[in-house]
């Protein structure tokens, strides 16, 4: 399977004109109070980056300072914070001990069958972070060793990369969703020797079976010893003598003290997978000091947040987002975090509204697609609830389109908060570029303009600047402190994928299309490489293809997104069979749960077409470009010129007819 080459061709067709003033009264209590102060700041984080990047850094609790502040002699290996000694467990928990906050709820925790509530103070999450810190080092967890973890949404996820921190483990967090192969590729490709796992987990009021899925997948990961079980379900599983044990026992049996390691600032905090346009899923390396100096001033600023905030951010702590804005830079504020294991709509579509009210949460975080499904199941849901205590918003993952951003800002904010839509990815650890709550204006479909220290810039595939109000590449033109150190394992791939393409300016690519306003303000349009959106989360459209093609009865396929109203971005297949074979009807769920089984659920195609061959160049390339035509429906317009056989458009126009 051969791709076609990148183009930049993205068009933006949406011109907003909405705007939306920032609220004086919120401005008046905010952290950062003028646009004059955001300028003054941003100007210095851009002029002076090792003076602010040092002053910022001071917030943070470390056991020894730093000598430099960026060493920049090899990029894109970037080093910040060298010489320092930090720990971002002890940031996120020690700190707190000896304030006022030692006995607040760190973490409130909904179970998602029904009414099964924990609140954990930082005291105890610390107590517990502690044990499970002893817990590993008894199992031979050595700093810089890998831990994976694939756990369900509950507080021991929290504690076990909590401990990880705590020792200098590197952990590797793997989302329940995904299936057995997707485990064995990412423990395989850090080579993890302990996996955290659950006996089950829930969804919907079903069980998805954690363990078993273990189990399968450690028939083909060699470096992994021991499998650590939290008792969830509470339902049985089989245990492998000498290999796997019980959370509960464990725990049991070590002290509740345990000293956070003095790290380095560049040592590993932690791996997380994330899908690129060609091969296997890249480990994303994330070090420590700079990392956590990025989320904590981004969750101060962006969100506005104190201590005494009760914050909600929906995503699971399987995505980045989990990460960065459900542990890390909250607890490092210490703030109250808010985790929820159940799905938005089980048993009713108002399960987010009823925690909202139940915990007066000020501060929520969710996700475009998420919006989208709260506006169809209608504006009834959140008014059936006092969401009052709402004082701001945020969406991450995906463009929000202007009409949902209306509505997140008319049921949920109820007019009275603004809303922060951060653009950032994995890769950039932190949000990048969003708007200031009660400082900047606000423009539905916007994400807005450079946090401290960001500069981007929008160019075309030479690197020139591009016009205000025109569509180019987006890419970051110096380092910043919490981003990726490379990929795991692999750092050529790494200088291959966001370095090689502006080597000679030495500018990191983000591989997304956006313009910006006449205010300077960035909309991001969306990837311009083979990947998509689903629901916020990147797929690879060659993951989806490979695992197509491991079907027997698929000779070659080819994967393209295309707009679909939940989701962002659906996934339509393009599968050819082998000459002489006549699919079913019936195949197409049979391949669609294939792909599930392969990667996740979230990867299963919403449309498959077959068809008895794939439009080509005459080089061979897949022409995606009028496969997208086709999946959205439209004519292929564009240059076929190249096409090698024009019957080919003809019958998977039939196809799509039939
Ligand atoms: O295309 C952009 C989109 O999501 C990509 C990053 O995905 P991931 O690494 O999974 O991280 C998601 C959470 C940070 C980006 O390259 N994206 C993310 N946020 C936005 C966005 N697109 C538009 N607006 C956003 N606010």
Redesign the pocket.
Known sequence: MTTETVTTSIDHVLEETRHFAPDPAFRERAHIKSREEYERLYRESVEQPEAFWARMAEELAWFKKWDRVLNDDTPPFYKWFEGGKINASYNCLDRHLDTWRKNKAAIIWEGEPYGERRMVTYRELQRQVCKFANVLKNLGVKPGDRVAIYLPMIPELAVAMLACARIGAVHSIIFGGFSVNALIDRINDAEATVVVTADGGYRRGEIVELKKAVDEALLKCPTVRNVVTVERTKKPVSMVHGRDLLWSELMDTVSDVCPAEELDSEHPLYILY?SGSTGKPKGILHSTAGYLLGTYLTSKYVFDLREEDTYWCTADIG???GHSYIIYGILSNGATTVMYEGAPNFPTPDQFWQICERYSVNVFYTAPTAIRAFSKWGEGWPARNDLSSLRLLG??????NPEAWMWYYQHIGQQNCPIV????????GAIM??TLPGVMEMKPGS?GLPFFGVQPRIVDEEGNEVPEGQSGLLVITHPWPSMLRTLYGDPERFKEVYWSKFEKQGWYF???GAYKDKDGYYM?I??IDD?I?VS???LGTMEVESALVSHPIVSEAAVVGYPHEIKGQGICAFVSVPVGTTPKEEDKEKLREHVAKEIGAIAKPDQIRFTDALPKTRSGKIMRRLLRDIAEGRDATGDTSTLEDFTVLARLREEQET
């Open positions: 994330t995505w980045v987002t969406t991450v993952g995906e463009p929000i839509d951060t653009w950032w990815q994995t890769e950039t570029i969003t994400a983000t591989g997304d991001i969306g990837r990947v959106n916020g989360h990147r």
